[in-house]
């Protein structure tokens, strides 16, 4: 009888009985007589004992030259072994190696220069697993909380021919005989989008150009936006603080292990999410920051991070901070009626050092205070004509948000770096494998 394969959990859950697994090797040791293997596949590892009397000498030659991550096929008799790393053995009674290996170059005690140019192979330690685990469940269950809520899917197009975000962090893209824009964000498409289907959502790739060496940014990151008509900006911050707290819960609920494994304290995670987040203004930052913390930040200037971080200390939940300055914001944020110099815009700022993780605003339906700021910035105007028709054409109140995926996951997963958050980091100074 020709044996199926199963992943390692499968056979785990059998119990006992016969099993064919396959995977690499994680661990090796032995004897010129046992050998022991641990063997890793995506969903588990488990110990694997070669006795040369049930295999045959040629066949236990090769199970002696075995090196870590070396990839294999075993069938064997599965056991209960409380004394193995996962609680089960298999006794192999057939094996075959399907790839050698040499010996693997990547160690934990590495520098990061040298494990960032071996990217291609770091990828699959036990670490870098559980953060890729952890973000494949991020996109899926915001995916799932946005269905739920009968939001849709709108794709923007990646190539755009103007800025959205600031002109400085743009990435140019020959195109045929011009020039075009990588997007830095969905947002304007969106706006458009939404006098169609209301309340949509993405997660695309999305580049700066940032000139920044910090551990906060990449040059091609995920963006995960939203946009609603209707909303203004208190629905729509407390829509933001909703999405995170259900992928959290959900990202809890399917990785305790992978969380800790990683450092993370997840009975405090747990708290942080049941807890309420604030929502305080720019203003309020200002304030806390003289009295708490001896630190004079004139009104009108752009929170930097040391002061983010500053302020951050007085919270251990996310913090949603609105009315920035409008004289440093984008040019689409618009003026509260009330205080003209604040705009109806936040910024969520998140515990612990991580700094913004999003980035949100009510829409301006101000054509001419538009059309000024753009000059201002030494734009041309009249490349965003499309986008002021959306106000001419049964302009409603729109807003919307976007949230950096990796610096989500970077908190999450307790991370010292946003580049262990992607799979391939593209920064100013690493753009390879
Ligand atoms: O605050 P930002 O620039 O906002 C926008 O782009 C809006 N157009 C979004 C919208 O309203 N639809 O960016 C949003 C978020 C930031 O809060 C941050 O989390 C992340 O995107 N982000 C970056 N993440 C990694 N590397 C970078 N270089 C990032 N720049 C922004
Ligand atoms: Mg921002």
Known sequence: MIMEYTSIQEAMDKGEGKVAIRGWVFRERGSNKLKFIVLRDSTNMIQCVIDKAAVGDERFTDADKLQVEASVEVKGEMKKEPRAPTGY?????????????????????????????????????????????????????????????????????????????????????????GETYLSQSWQLYAEAAVYALENIYDAAPTFRAEKSKTSRHLSEFWMVETECAWKDLHAISELAKEELKHC????????????????????????????????????????????????????????????????????????VVTHYPVDVMAFYKPRDPEHPD??????????????EIVGGSQRSMDIDDMKKRLEAEGEDASNYDWYFDLRKYGGVPHSGYGIGAERVIAWICKLDTIKDAIPFPRTMLRWKP
């Open 89 to 177: 053995e298999v006794h192999v009674t057939e094996f075959n190696v399907v790839g050698w290996c040499d010996k693997f170059p990547i160690r934990s005690d590495q520098n990061r220069e040298f494990l960032d140019d071996n990217r291609h192979l770091t990828l699959r330690t036990q670490r870098m697993t559980s953060i890729l685990k952890i973000r494949s469940t991020y996109f899926q269950v915001r995916e799932q909380f946005f269905q739920e809520k009968g939001f849709y899917r709108f794709d923007p197009p990646i190539l755009q021919p103007s800025q959205c975000e600031g002109g400085s962090t743009l990435f140019a893209v020959k195109y045929y005989e």
């Open 342 to 355: 604040e705009a109806l815009c936040f910024d969520m700022l998140a515990p612990e050092g991580y700094g």
């Open 248 to 319: 959290i819960a959900k990202v809890i609920e399917r990785h305790e292990e992978d969380l800790k494994s990683l450092g993370q304290d997840v009975e405090k995670l747990k708290k942080m999410v049941s807890a309420e987040w604030p929502t305080i203004k720019y203003r309020d930052v200002l304030r806390i920051l003289k009295e708490k913390k001896k630190m004079d930040v004139p009104f009108g200037k752009d929170l930097r991070t040391i002061e983010e971080e500053k302020v951050m200390e007085e919270f251990d939940t996310p913090v």
